[in-house]
Nanobody, 127 residues
């Protein structure tokens, strides 16, 4: 059974950090690119980052560039999103996804490129 399970969300003050994890099972993680999306209340889903299958190339949306870092550990079947310098506008439900496509700046937000999705984890940035 294919599963992506996000964890690590929570309530954090502005300027602080969180690390999200995405545990993958039921498919060969090393054959898939991974991405992170987020959706805030009343807003469209936003693709924020992806990491490539083989060379681990990463791409980021402008809204998170320089603050967030995506990574993967195939041996642990887990992808990560390190989020630093968090802002109130980062408040959203964060989703990880996996797909067999080439991670590029122009593809990271293409939801239809991804085959598997997690259920999301809430991140709230507030003082």
């Amino acid at each position: 059974q294919v599963q992506l399970v996000e964890s690590g969300g929570g309530l954090v003050q502005p300027g602080n950090s969180l690390r999200l994890s995405c545990a993958a099972s039921g498919f060969p993680m090393d054959a898939y690119a991974f991405g992170w999306f987020r959706q805030a209340p009343g807003k469209e889903r936003e693709g924020i980052s992806c990491i490539a299958i083989h060379d681990y190339t990463t791409h980021y949306a402008e809204s998170v560039e320089g603050r967030f870092t995506i990574s993967r550990d195939n041996a642990k079947n887990t992808a990560y999103l390190q989020m630093n310098s968090l802002k109130p506008e980062d408040t959203a439900v964060y989703y990880c996804a996996a797909g067999r496509f080439t991670c590029r700046a122009r593809t990271l937000s293409r939801g239809n490129y991804y085959d598997y999705w997690g259920r999301g984890t809430q991140v709230t940035v507030s003082s």
